[in-house]
């Protein structure tokens, strides 16, 4: 699927940065946007740099789907209208319920959700069809409540039925929509916040099937397989790439293989 244009939103850091790398390595032209627009000129230059591909930077926030529209516009002209467009802007902290004000609950339900929502709608307009596709970043925590999550929970719940929603809504369009929920993921700002220390990673990484964590690159294959004409049956879709951590705690199954 080289040569395709696709824009990342929250791609200038984390696993979103990994996904932007990997398109670009392939071939593709991608532009990664954030809030800040320095972040993303240097994540640009870094994706150029790394890959020697086509990396543009632009600045938008996700709560306003107006500086959305603007910006597919302008980088529409730029790079070609998209094929591909990633909803991965998210904002998360730790904290029970009574910890979290009211204003910081809106605003991870803002960031998540309803910048999910603004990304997909404003790319409708743009977007090439028909093979087109939409990803969402979503999270474990859409379908497992977790204690001191109850913002996240709450926002990547109403992600998932987005994902859905719009897939049917949108399929004869030519539009696939689709969402990738990863497990912990090794050197990002989510997994350093629950466990900093590299025995709470081991502690962590126990809890799934694999007993590791993952790697950006594991989260980008799948963007990039979902986005390819071999997922091209695929839409309302969320896939679960966490090394099998939502099959249930496996730290406790006391299960010792025979030797090979």
Not at 158 to 169: P, R, S, T
Request: charged share 20%; proline share 4%.
């Amino acid at each position: 699927m080289t040569g395709k244009t696709v824009f990342i939103s929250g791609g200038t850091s984390g696993i979103n940065l990994g996904i932007a790398k990997a398109f670009a390595a392939q071939g593709d032209k991608v532009l990664v946007f954030g809030r800040n627009a320095e972040k993303a000129e240097a994540a640009a230059l870094n994706i150029r740099e790394q890959t020697g591909g086509v990396a543009l930077a632009g600045s938008a926030d996700v709560r306003d789907i107006e500086a959305i529209r603007a910006l597919f516009d302008k980088a529409s002209k730029e790079l070609g209208k998209p094929n591909v467009v990633i909803a991965g802007a998210a904002g998360n902290f730790m904290s029970p319920a009574v910890g979290i004000s009211a204003n910081g609950f809106k605003t991870v339900v803002d960031i998540d959700l309803l910048g999910t929502y603004n990304v997909f709608r404003a790319a409708y307009d743009f977007i090439i069809t028909p093979g087109a596709s939409l990803i969402a970043i979503t999270a474990p925590q859409a379908v497992q409540p977790l204690p001191q999550q109850v913002h996240v929970c709450a926002a990547k719940a109403g992600v998932n039925m987005i994902v859905k929603v719009l897939a049917m809504e949108w399929g004869q369009a030519g539009i696939r929509v689709n969402a990738i929920s990863p497990g912990p993921i090794r050197g990002t700002e989510g997994v350093e916040r629950m466990a900093p220390t590299e025995e709470d990673k081991i502690k962590w990484s126990a809890h799934t099937a694999l007993r590791r964590f993952g790697n950006a690159s594991d989260i980008a294959n799948a963007a990039i397989f979902l986005s390819s004409e071999m997922g091209g049956y695929i839409t309302g879709t969320i896939l679960d790439c966490d090394g099998g951590m939502k099959l249930g705690d496996a730290s406790g199954d006391f299960i010792t293989l025979p030797k090979r």
